[in-house]
């Protein structure tokens, strides 16, 4: 797709990740006239013929939130995996959802990101409180932006004030180098000085993910497989090559709506680059889970770093009630107590929602299609809920 311009909507950053306001003309395919009130087709479960109470939640997503499909993979105490899935994969096709299908895991990638930054801590070969310039001299300045003032923990953590480039991206989808998207960036003055606040920026992992790779002299995706992937076991994730706008293995189709009255638009494929660090990935439920209980178990981080991960500050306005950030990482409370630990995503066509428990309980859910209003998300957040809690 390099080079090649396709019109679309100025994108801006959301709730959990990323989103374009609109889609290429060029890859969506309207999808008949069909309603939303007509996207409830019967579920089918991996775990049982009678609907439990995962299979309702995932029922009631597809019913409620407008989503053509649901799935869900959930990981018990016991090591056991369940999978769900709900509504239709294909909607030109009326196929049915592939049972832990991939798809576009959106901001989950900066969990990735991290904890590739934070294995460079131990290995000493980056500090947490050394100064980007450190690593990157000289390249992040700008109205407000001095390198030398932000940290990488700022960029982990989201305290460092730089501006989100993805709202100011142009009105074509195609290839984009992480510099061109920091230069996008540093247009706009700073939100406010480095550690005086907090606001998510998908800016900062782009950063962190250029870092990764002056320190490493190796392209971020080959550290993300080598470091994460190969060492956990995920066998269905990786992170798309230049110009590759498809997903590999079997998923549901990701679609767009722009209003109420408008069709949904099938818009699987697309170049995920303008995500990079901060959100290009492509998993499934059941890897995230794998992911994240390898990381709270201590798998890819030594104790320390593991430590430095889950030290967090408060993130409602974006993650909700009593949400708080680390370093690529969010604690979430459970309304059966205790936490839940992971990150969520959003990617054009695709959400994701979940997290681990330091109990050993995992859970992740993915709809296909960005969610739009406090309902459907809160409708998401309960599917998530009652997967870890049931």
Known sequence: MRGQKRRVFRPTSRRY????????AAVAATIGIMTLGALVPPAASAAAARPDAVQQSLNALVRDSGTPAALASVKGRDGRNRTYTAGVGDLATGSKVPRDGQVRIGSNTKSFTAVVVLQLVAERRISLDADVDTYLPGLVRGEGIDGNGITVRHLLQHTSGLPEYSKHLGDDVRYYAPRELLATALRHPAEFDPGKSWKYSNTNYVLAGLIVQKVTGRPLAEEIDRRIIKRVGLRHTYFPAPGDASIREPHPHGYYQESAETPLRDITEIDPSWGWAAGQMISTN????????????????????????????????????????????????????????????????????????DDGRATNVAVTTQLTGEAARRTLERAVDTALCR
């Open 17 to 24: 990740g990323m989103r374009r306001q609109g889609l290429p």
């Open 286 to 357: 059941s890897d995230l889970d794998r992911f994240f209980t390898a990381l709270l178990t201590g798998r890819l981080l030594p104790p320390a770093q593991l430590a430095q991960m889950r030290s967090t500050v408060p993130a409602e306005a974006t993650f909700g009630p009593g949400a708080r950030y680390g370093l690529g990482l969010v604690s979430r409370p459970l309304p059966c107590g205790g936490l839940a630990w992971g990150h969520g995503g959003s990617f054009p066509g695709y959400e994701t929602r979940g997290g681990a428990t």
